[in-house]
């Protein structure tokens, strides 16, 4: 069974423009998580989708958006680029109703995003 | 809210050498504990869980044992190798408003030299 992909995995942007960023789940994972990755703060998460619906978002400004699609594919788009926005990307995917006590989420490769 | 603290690194150990990463959580409730790992220019991989108190997860010789008492959950490892240099992550989730969010801790990067 094929991982997560994400695509780009590279992208130099200048600031004050706009990135869009794709991730394709694991075939059967309706569950879409978004992470951001830096050296100052880590990972901290962005948000999440299931079915299509925004279930939960992290601390982060207006700018960073995202959507899901019918086949469970998911995108963020980040708006206004600023340089503290140059960060890996990591997407994640799961399968929810394994039960509560037993949810994994599998990771793709990460988009690293570079803002000049 | 939810928070992982996990021992400051990097750490260098000899090939052969015995791991221990500390991890210590704080969070309401009752979490799901993870360690993930990231070797150079990849995603993060799972490498193991444990879903409640007293759980020891396990894989590919590394093992992790969830102590409600400590709130802790720390890595160990009896012989590391050269393919085991990576970060590692300590990670917990609970379930919140029907969303599964992963906190993490800062990760520790191990480096073994043969």
């Known amino acids: 069974k094929a991982g997560v992909t994400q695509t780009p995995r590279y992208l130099i942007k200048t600031r004050g423009q706009q990135v869009t960023l794709s991730c394709s789940p694991i075939s059967g994972h309706r569950s879409v998580s978004w992470y951001q990755q830096t050296p100052g703060q880590g990972l901290q998460f962005l948000f999440e989708?299931?079915?299509?619906?925004?279930?939960n978002k992290g601390n982060f400004p207006g700018r960073f958006s995202g959507r899901q699609f019918s086949n469970s594919r998911s995108e963020m788009n980040v708006s206004t680029l600023e340089l503290g926005d140059s960060a890996l990307y990591l997407c994640?995917?799961?399968?929810?109703?394994?039960?509560?006590?037993?949810?994994?989420?599998?990771f793709g490769p990460g988009t690293r995003l570079t803002v000049t | 809210g939810d928070s992982v603290t996990q021992m400051e690194g990097p750490v260098t150990l000899s090939e052969e050498a015995f791991l221990t990463i500390n991890c210590t959580y704080t969070a309401t409730g009752y979490p799901s504990l993870f360690w993930y790992v990231q070797y150079p220019g990849e995603g993060l991989q799972l490498l193991l869980k444990?879903?409640?108190?007293?759980d020891k997860g396990s894989n590919k010789g590394f093992e992790a044992t969830y102590r409600k008492e400590t709130t802790s959950f720390h890595l160990e490892k009896g012989s590391v190798q050269v393919s085991d240099s990576a970060v590692y992550f300590c990670a917990l989730t609970r379930i919140g408003a029907g969303s599964y969010q992963l906190t993490f801790g800062k990760g520790t990067k191990l480096s073994v030299i043969p």
């Open positions: 989708y299931f079915s299509e619906t925004q279930r």
């Open positions: 444990a879903t409640k108190a007293d």
């Open positions: 994640a995917s799961s399968l929810p109703g394994q039960g509560a006590f037993s949810y994994e989420q599998y």
